[in-house]
């Protein structure tokens, strides 16, 4: 670490160029080759996923995106003359703009039950050419403008659909903007230097930018969803100017303790950069945790992400040194830099409220470990009502056009409260398709569709459609109940446990049930059977990074112990706000509904990442003083005195970042948002800096207890400076006696003791 820290500073001009050269090749490559995301949320081998393939061979016109416009009079009818000619004359213009394959209107024999039974409210469905990560934004911008040309007083239109969610308004790049400010303003507040403020920011930004691109090009590699660059940068801004913070920070110190440049940059990267390049590779570890789910749309997330997180490593201990030597004093403010040449270099002890707090932590640990417990255990409870599900556009913000449309269909309006529609249902039909070998099974299934009409919980049922070459059959159910409510998912299962095995009896008949709810509830079955093996293997995998770290038994467990906590906590939080509705309206984010199957992976995988950091960075400081002095009391609050400070900076910067992405207006990014800034608030504010130091304070020695055969046989990695690790090789080869010698000695030499 010290040969590249000198390198960078060195070849200054060099390093900068490298990384500005890096960033600009990538994100050319990228605006060359374009975007190719894809959500598909199919989990292989589950019975939705069949459904699907067997539409796609047999149907291959049912490829592209179907979506909706609905139109509601007030008052008359919508058969009314004039309406039935203005919403034709409207389609007519839709069936002819690009990228449209066909419009079926209620007005022709195709479109059979698609005006309501109070007459008011109808519905087109158009098909597009390709599926909606495929289709262009402007496409379905020219969708909705023709739509809405339509509209007058007396008559509402509104579109749903996922290629017409790609018009929705969005807030373009406010959401890092803000961040960003917020996050710079943090910065001049904690250095007092708008240089040095501005760096981490810069090293954030070349870093997160080059990584961004990097993903769109890894999308024409692997299934990456659409939301992962979105995910990448929101944690990339934040750990990239955390990760910078901490090493501007130890340079800071370094430079009033008298070093020059070159030795305080190359001491910050030696001792600070080594702990930002572990806790960097405890994220990336969490983050490709996915992996082991064999889920192919969550390994494009895992692997854009954990490329986000190296390229702020790599940037945050090469890019940064270099501007670091370019602005040389300045990363100092004038009044520091004024004492520096006055009084010469002096100690820097920890003081003011840091140390106050510090030592109010050593004095009630009980009493404050306590009181952490609680407000965790208070925030986690929500998490026990966790319901996965459909997330739908029912959930979008009530003034967007597909929030209209879905509440339309469904019966209802924001603009009037009287019935209509045509039940929840017609959101989110199933759909069951089936080989078909023979007349017999043909006239098995017509005379199942019947059958089903009776079903408890089937509001209606279409006539069977065959293939060209009858051997595939499908028709769709329409359940009395939303797409996101638990009665359809118990109608899925009623279907696939009772109703067809019953009607397959006899046959060669194999009926498979797709559609939005089967293949959401057949990927959260997935994911949820897989869970407590990922989670085991992130925790395990975690524990053993800071077993090898910090050379102890309790410091892994209870960093793992925490880190569950944090995790816990959020997801509290995120069921409170999304799944309950607390607030999710006032703040943009649409009404109550379900939490989204693949968000529990993919947030304790950043959660649990990210919750190492702060672990790394406060116990590595009081390891170090614990190798100096053997003094476990001291360590503990010298710990947590000199390193509080830094780290609430950091957790306030972080908390920014991640709330500012509230304002993407994507409501799985905000949840993303949400849930990191919680627990980064927790993280900083209660664990780490409450309760992690009272369980360290009533521990004891046992903090650092390491039976010696496994001391021998573990491969040392570490965290701390040379200086660090000499002391720790000279107490592991002491006997007992004389490390009960040392620890004697260093309690009376004492001489940072701050009283409470």
């Known amino acids: 670490m010290a040969a590249l820290a000198r390198w ?57 995106d179907s979506d909706t416009v609905v139109w509601r009079t007030s008052p008359g009818s919508v058969r009314a003359a004039d309406v039935e000619q203005t919403m034709t004359d409207a389609l007519d213009k839709i069936s002819d703009l690009p ?22 409210t ?110 990448g940068m929101l944690v990339g801004l934040g750990v990239g100017i955390d990760y910078a913070l901490f090493i501007v920070t130890r340079h800071r110190r370094g430079l009033k303790r008298g070093l020059s440049v070159t030795e305080a940059v190359t001491n910050a990267v030696v001792t600070t950069g080594r702990a930002v390049v572990f806790a960097g590779a405890t994220v990336c570890i969490a983050l490709l945790g996915m992996l082991i789910l064999r889920l192919g749309f969550l390994n494009g997330v895992a692997v854009a992400a954990s490329l986000t997180v190296i390229f702020t490593v790599a940037a945050s201990v090469t890019l940064l040194p270099a501007l670091l030597s370019f602005i040389g004093p300045r990363a100092l403010s004038r009044r520091e830099r004024r004492r520096l040449a006055e009084h010469g270099p002096q100690p820097e002890l920890p003081t003011g409220l840091a140390a106050r707090w510090s030592a109010f932590v050593e004095h009630h640990p009980k009493l404050l470990g306590a009181l952490a417990l609680v407000v965790i255990t208070v925030l986690a409870l929500p998490t026990l009502s966790l319901h996965l599900g459909t997330s739908d556009q029912g959930n979008d913000p009530k003034t967007s056009t597909t929030r209209q449309a879905y509440d339309l269909l469904a019966g209802g309006t ?66 009395d109940s939303a797409p996101q409510s638990q009665k359809t998912s118990d109608l899925v ?51 053993v990074l800071l077993l090898l770290a910090f050379r102890s038994v309790g410091i892994p467990l209870k960093a793992a112990a925490m880190n569950v906590a944090a995790v816990a906590a959020a997801f509290g939080v995120v069921v409170a706000i999304f799944q309950w509705g607390w607030g999710s309206e006032f703040l943009g984010l649409g009404r109550a509904g379900p939490i989204e199957p693949f968000l529990p992976v993919i947030m304790v995988s950043v959660l649990f990442g990210l919750s ?28 947590l005195a000199e390193t509080s400070r830094v780290i609430n900076s950091a957790a306030v910067i972080m908390i920014s970042v991640f709330l500012a992405f ?53 491969p040392r990695i570490s965290i701390e400076p040379p200086e660090c690790r000499a002391a720790h090789e000279r107490l592991a080869a002491a006997t007992d006696a004389e490390v009960a010698d040392v620890l004697a000695k260093e309690r009376e030499q004492d001489v940072r003791d701050i009283p409470g």
């Open 612 to 639: 190492m950091d702060y672990q790394v960075f406060l116990v590595s400081r009081m390891y170090e003083e614990w190798l100096e002095t053997g003094d476990n009391r001291r360590a503990v609050r010298v710990g």
């Open 662 to 714: 509230v304002l993407s207006g994507d409501r799985v990014i905000a949840m993303f948002g949400i849930a990191l800034a919680s627990a980064v608030a927790l993280d900083a504010f209660v664990l780490r800096t409450l309760l992690v130091p009272a369980l360290m304070h009533l521990l004891g020695g046992a903090n650092w207890w390491l039976p010696h055969r496994l001391d021998r046989v573990l």
């Open 8 to 64: 960078c500073v060195r070849h200054r001009l060099a390093a900068v160029l490298l990384w500005l050269l890096a960033f600009g090749g990538v994100t050319a490559a990228a605006a060359v080759t374009g975007s190719a995301y894809s959500n598909d949320y199919e989990a292989p081998g589950t019975e939705s996923g069949r459904a699907t393939q067997l539409l796609k061979e047999a149907f291959p016109g049912l490829g592209g």
């Open 99 to 120: 990228g449209v394959a066909s419009v079926v209107s209620p007005y022709d024999g195709q479109g059979t039950g698609r005006i309501s039974a109070d007459g008011r």
């Open 493 to 543: 299962d009623r279907l696939r446990t009772e109703v067809l095995p019953r009607a397959e009896t006899g046959t060669s008949l194999d009926i498979h049930v797709g559609g939005v709810t089967a293949s959401y509830d057949d990927f959260a079955d997935v994911i949820v059977g897989k869970l407590p093996l990922f989670v085991g293997v992130v925790i395990s995998l975690g524990c």
């Open 122 to 231: 109808a519905y087109a469905t158009v098909t597009f050419a390709h599926q909606a990560e495929d289709i262009d934004k402007s496409e379905a911008q020219a969708v909705v403008r023709a739509a809405k040309a339509a509209e007058t007083d007396g008559l509402q239109v509104e579109l749903g659909g996922s290629a017409i969610a790609l018009t929705e308004s969005s807030s373009g790049h406010t959401a890092e903007i803000v961040g960003v400010a917020v996050a710079a303003l943090v910065l001049f507040l904690a250095f007092g230097s708008l240089a040095a403020s501005l760096l981490p920011i810069a090293t954030a930004l070349v870093s997160v930018g080059t990584a961004y691109a990097a993903i769109v090009l890894l999308g024409h590699a692997m299934t990456v969803a659409d939301f992962a660059p979105m995910l």
């Open 414 to 479: 924001s603009r009037s409260k009287s019935g209509g529609g045509f039940g929840p249902g017609v959101n989110g039909p199933l759909t069951l398709v089936t080989k078909i070998d023979g007349a017999e099974d043909r006239l098995t299934l017509d005379n199942l569709a019947a059958t089903l009409r009776t079903t408890e919980g089937v509001a209606s049922v279409t006539p069977v459609t065959y293939d060209g070459g009858g051997s595939t059959g499908y028709f769709s159910v329409v359940p």
